[in-house]
């Protein structure tokens, strides 16, 4: 399936420096900066570099060095806010939605890091 990338989301303009960002991590792939709304203690964004709608699409599409460096990226962000449980952390959320039934509001790939507290259930329970 193919995608069009919007350069005007707001990620892009992140990632060309038109809008500040308060930066966690960046690699030559990826960069992980601090959700403006943040809705746990920590709430960590992390988005590919390159021009990517949804996971599906970075996973198709993406190189071989981008999806590498962009999951050690994560990695490395859980590393240094000391939530990994392998390393004695209360464990984290990733949620990375796609389109409009996965309520997707900026059309870039992004993965949430939430931690610092119970995140609570996956899902609301079907009505």
Known sequence: MPYTYDD????AKILRGEIPCTKVLETDHALAFTDI?????????VIPKGPYVCHDHFALDASDAEIADFTRAIGKVCAQLGITPGADGAGYRLISN??????????HLHVHILAGRNIGPMVMAAS
């Open 37 to 45: 709304a943040p809705k746990a203690p920590h709430h960590v964004l």
């Open 8 to 11: 005007q989301n707001i990620f």
């Open 98 to 107: 796609a389109g409009s039934d996965g309520v997707q509001e900026v059309p």
